[in-house]
T-cell receptor, first 110, second 118 residues
C-alpha cells in the first residue's frame, strides 16, 4: 500500500465549477499537509499549507484536513481555465522530506 | 514566497557524458536543499537531501556515485549526473526550505531541468 494515494485523473470540469481534489494516507505520523500546483514542465508551486484538522481558506482555495480519517482535500471555487494543471498533495512527518501523492491532472474547459 | 532558481532548464547530452545541474536560493540562505526526480505523468520522488557543508543523504535505491551532490554554500547545491545513460533521462527538480518558514517544512521549488540522454 502506498503511503499517499491520489486519484491521477484527468479531471475535466467546465469553467466556474467547484473542484474537489483528494488524498488519503496511511501513516498517522504525517503532521503537515500541503497542496502544490504544477504546470506542465515546471516546478511545483505551493498553494496551501495546513497542520491541523479543519478547514483553511485562501481566496478561491480551501484546504481541508481530517486526521481521524487520514483524508485531505483541496477545493477550488469558480474554477478558471488557468487552474488547469496537475495538483499534488504533499505530506510531512516533520523529518523534512516530503511525501508526494501521484498528482491529479485538472482541466478546466472554457 | 522565496525564489529558487534552477539551471539549465533543458539539457541534451550524449551517453557517457556528465551533466551538472545547479540549484540556487536567490533571496534566502538554505542550509538544506532537496533533489527530486519526476517521470512523465508521475509524482516527485525524493533522491537525496543536500546539507550545506556535509555529505548528502541519499534515499534507498539512489546511487550516490551516479548522482553526485555538492552543497558548498548556503545558496547553491549542485547535482551531477555522471556517465549519463538514456535511462537517466528525466525531469530533475530541486527545492529548499526558506528560513522565513521557521517551524514549517515549506519547500520552494526550482523550475526543473529536463535531461535527455541520447
Amino acid at each position: 500500500q502506498k503511503e499517499v494515494e491520489q486519484d491521477p485523473g484527468p479531471l475535466s470540469v467546465p469553467e466556474g465549477a467547484i473542484v474537489s481534489l483528494n488524498c488519503t494516507y496511511s501513516n498517522s505520523a504525517f503532521q503537515y499537509f500541503m497542496w502544490y500546483r504544477q504546470y506542465s514542465r515546471k516546478g511545483p508551486e505551493l498553494l496551501m499549507y495546513t497542520y491541523s484538522s479543519g478547514n483553511k481558506e485562501d481566496g478561491r482555495f480551501t484546504a481541508q484536513v481530517d486526521k481521524s480519517s487520514k483524508y485531505i482535500s483541496l477545493f477550488i471555487r469558480d474554477s478558471q481555465p488557468s487552474d488547469s494543471a496537475t495538483y499534488l498533495c504533499a505530506l510531512d512527518t516533520g523529518r523534512r522530506a516530503l511525501t508526494f501523492g501521484s498528482g491529479t491532472r485538472l482541466q478546466v474547459q472554457p | 514566497g522565496a525564489v529558487v532558481s534552477q539551471h539549465p532548464s533543458r539539457v541534451i547530452c550524449k551517453s557517457g557524458t556528465s551533466v551538472k545541474i545547479e540549484c540556487r536560493s536567490l533571496d534566502f540562505q538554505a542550509t538544506t536543499m532537496f533533489w527530486y526526480r519526476q517521470f512523465p505523468k508521475k509524482s516527485l520522488m525524493l533522491m537525496a537531501t543536500s546539507n550545506e557543508g556535509s555529505k548528502a543523504t541519499y534515499e534507498q535505491g539512489v546511487e550516490k556515485d551516479k548522482f553526485l551532490i555538492n552543497h558548498a554554500s548556503l545558496t547553491l547545491s549542485t547535482l551531477t549526473v555522471t556517465s549519463a545513460h538514456p535511462e537517466d533521462s528525466s525531469f530533475y527538480i530541486c527545492s529548499a526550505n526558506s528560513p522565513a518558514s521557521t517551524g514549517k517544512n515549506i519547500q520552494y521549488f526550482g523550475a526543473g531541468t529536463r535531461l535527455s540522454v541520447l
